[in-house]
């Protein structure tokens, strides 16, 4: 186990590293012949190409992002963390102004052990090379709207429906470190671009990965819990290059965003946070301690993904649409059976998907891996029925125990003491899982149906 300090340059052109007793200092290389690295040159050009005009103070935003996004999935966590879990992990970073940054130092640490599980510090210091440098720039744009998150799963599909049949001209950010997840963004766009080709739906992506084993002795670690911090960053960043856009939207069903553990033993370390209530309301908390009057928001908080797809305003476009997107945790597992890469059919995020197809539609034109519940019941104690496990264990209890969801939605993190919010919570909680466990037994007792004919 080694702890890390990786320390963001503009000076150097290649990456460095040294060692000492206990700590392996890497310096990152932030650029190549004057050129941003890992992404962000082509993403500057692109934005640029359209009239967006970031500051350079959210350019600290989109580095800072950067470098935690970089450390999180090039220092793996079963080597240098504790208990193969808790990494320590120190970033240094030029940013335009220190004492404003420095007093974000907490919340910013707050915000990262409560995403990734790890202990974060979060070292500011000057940077001279400027963003804009000597770059002659336009107006800034007032061409679109609205600007929303879209990550090519089925709540960014639906989301931007609804925007697209409301006729708002919208600014989609897409994230992407692997072709699978650019591919549904960009197959989804071009049924969009048909549908609806005289409303604004610009998509401008950040494809960001770096080479494996990147960082000297770090290793690789294929985790995606970082990715909303690096996604959401990426947003705000674009968003005040804009002139009449103060939002930013998060689309994801409320069941997902609470993410509450489905088992007791299903604690932080095992529950993804990259929605969930306290951690948006940090990323508004910092926004406003640094003088940006933006908001970011998640306009399907109290909505399951069944109630999503089916108020969706129109619905025949999604259908023809959800085949594109994607909602897998982990599409890799196909190899395994020597297929492409696909939706499993078994991970928590396709089981609540294939509920909430059924919710909306009946059926699904999404093509797993595996879509027998009753065979995923038979196998609950291997990978294939786990999950499925686990959301019956939760079912159970809050079927027998009553108004348990009330206490239950208070263990994925903090929430507002308002009580007329948390009963909404609660209740987003209860509907979402009576939706998957209505598309359960519907399905086991239709495959008992027809293998008893």
Not at 63 to 89: F, P
Not at 259 to 273: I, K, Q
Not at 294 to 322: H, Q, R
Not at 427 to 443: A, C, H, M, P, W
Request: proline letters at 3%; a positive charge.
């Amino acid at each position: 186990m080694s702890k890390y300090y990786l320390k963001a340059d503009y000076d150097i052109t290649s990456l460095k590293f040294h060692k000492t007793e206990d700590t392996i200092v890497v310096d990152i290389p932030m650029l190549s012949n004057n050129k941003l690295n890992y992404g962000l040159e082509h993403v500057k050009t692109t934005l640029y190409s359209h009239n967006i005009f970031p500051s350079e103070l959210v350019f600290d935003i989109i580095t800072l992002a950067t470098m935690v996004y970089l450390a999180d999935t090039r220092i793996e966590r079963t080597i240098h963390g504790q208990d193969s879990w808790t990494r320590e992990i120190n970033l240094q970073l030029p940013v335009s102004n220190v004492n404003l940054w420095n007093k974000q130092v907490k919340t910013i640490k707050r915000m990262l052990k409560f995403l990734t599980g790890d202990l974060w510090n979060i070292k500011f210091v000057k940077r001279d090379w400027k963003f804009k440098s000597n770059e002659k720039t336009k107006e800034k744009t007032t061409l679109y709207n609205r600007a929303s998150l879209f990550s090519g799963g089925m709540d960014s599909l639906i989301s931007t429906i609804n925007l697209m049949e409301q006729k708002e001209n919208t600014l989609l950010f897409g994230h992407a470190g692997e072709g699978l997840t650019k591919n549904a963004q960009t197959n989804i766009i071009s049924v969009l671009d048909e549908q609806y080709p005289e409303i604004e739906h610009t998509l401008i992506n950040l494809w960001m990965n770096f080479p494996d084993n990147y960082i000297p002795e770090g290793g690789n670690d294929s985790n995606t819990r970082s990715r909303s911090f690096l996604f959401i960053g990426f947003g705000i960043f674009s968003i005040t290059g804009i002139k009449n856009i103060k939002e930013l939207m998060v689309p994801e069903n409320g069941l997902i965003a609470l993410n509450v553990p489905l088992e007791m033993t299903r604690v932080g370390s095992f529950s993804t946070r990259t929605t969930h209530p306290f951690y948006l309301n940090q990323w508004n908390y910092l926004l406003k301690n640094l003088g940006l009057d933006l908001l970011i928001y998640n306009p399907y908080w109290n909505k399951t993904k069944g109630e999503m797809a089916s108020e969706c305003l129109n619905k025949d476009v999604l259908f023809k649409t959800m085949g594109l997107s994607f909602s897998c945790s982990s599409p890799g597992k196909a190899r395994w059976r020597g297929l492409s890469p696909q939706h499993c059919g078994y991970c928590v995020p396709c089981l609540i998907r294939r509920a909430a197809m059924y919710k909306a539609f009946g059926k699904d034109n999404t093509i797993y891996m595996e879509t027998s519940i009753h065979h995923m019941q038979s196998n609950s104690a291997s990978g294939i029925g786990i999950q499925l496990r686990s959301f019956q264990y939760a079912i159970k209890r809050i079927k027998k125990l009553h108004n348990i969801e009330k206490i239950s939605i208070h263990k994925s993190g903090p929430l507002p003491q308002n009580e007329n919010y948390l009963s909404e919570l609660a209740s987003i909680y209860k509907r979402g899982l009576l939706e998957v466990d209505t598309f359960i037994q519907d399905n086991l007792n239709n495959e008992e149906y027809h293998h008893d004919l």
